[in-house]
């Protein structure tokens, strides 16, 4: 088994409204009146209200060197991380020195020593403690984190695993590149970090918090897709990869791996009970709902999250589980999904419950397959 015992996100202090992120492009790119006022359309129909910035609003516009960039990475990134960090093992009643793997999360930015290094040192962990960092899985890390954690604590049942997925995609936004897929970016992206606490079977869980199981895993490339989803290493910056052909083919291709991926562990969709889906964007999540067949309020923690704080990357299915365990009772089986570059789908089946009625047991085989 492979537990998930406790979560903690942060936001940084600076809150733009979509209006206000919409006229700071729009000033930022220098447009003509027709282009402005095709941005703000788009900006209006990307139901986000809010997302919060590393950095004042105002200077979101102002050009960086790439050095300047990576330096304000360093210290903002370290900042979110240790406030997510800090809630999250509080919550868990678990020390630092408990900690056996960290996995750290993130795609807006390089440190080399790693992030995890960094709150190490801040926090105390063990000085043996292993680390993982994973710098190029995008808007799927956080699944691809959970799922490399999950594995971890089946081999090692006595371990715990913390994750830490942060991104600042404000500081990645480049405001002066007036291509569609820069103006979409730039209509959704937001800064925040999460933390997740994984634990093996062989540690006591606490005896008031309900099970959050990890049941199984997959990894899936979606074909022909290379070219369509990622980021591009400039002099600048990283320029955003986006095609308008991403929520096809996240529609044309997900339902029937889900359904494999479910059937494998003798289920169906119908007999799910919550979905933690990535907020990707509008697009993504209406193709997603619409081919799965999914109530609306299936999806509706993710398009709220994604109202209230944008996407955040990797850390942002974190944050929708965080308020799917925070807002519902509901217990049973639940699927959690997220899409990277590539494109790729990561998947987490979940089992949420006060006892162990009710549970499948996948072959361990099977599990280390995927």
Known sequence: MARISALGTSVPPHRL?????????????????????????????????????????????????????????????????????RRCLKEAQVRPDQIDLVITCSCTGMLLPSLSLLIARELGFRSNVRRMPITEA????????????ADYVRAFPEARVLIIAVELPSLTMQTHDQSSSNVVACALFGDGAAAALIEGECVEP????????????????????????????REGGLHIVLSRLVPEIVSKNAPQVIERFLRNSGLSKDKLAFFVLHPGGRKVLDALSASLVLERESTEISREVLRTYGNQSSASVLFVLEQTLARSRVEGYGLLAAFGPGITMELCLLHRATSEAGRVEVPAERVLAS
């Open 206 to 233: 606490l005896a008031e918090h309900e099970t959050l199981e990890i049941v199984d895993t997959h990894s899936e490339v979606f074909p022909d897709s290379l070219e369509d989803l990622g980021f591009d290493l």
């Open 17 to 85: 409204t979509q209006a206000d992120a919409a006229v700071a492009v729009a000033d930022s790119m220098n447009l003509s009146p027709r282009k402005t006022a095709a941005l703000h359309d788009l900006f209006d129909r990307a139901e986000v209200d809010t997302r919060f910035c590393v950095l004042e609003p105002a200077s979101l516009k102002n050009k960086r060197s790439l050095s300047e960039t990576m330096n304000l990475y360093r210290v903002h990134a370290e900042q979110l991380s240790l406030s997510a960090v």
């Open 138 to 149: 995008g808007c799927s890390g956080g699944a691809y984190a959970l799922a490399r954690a």
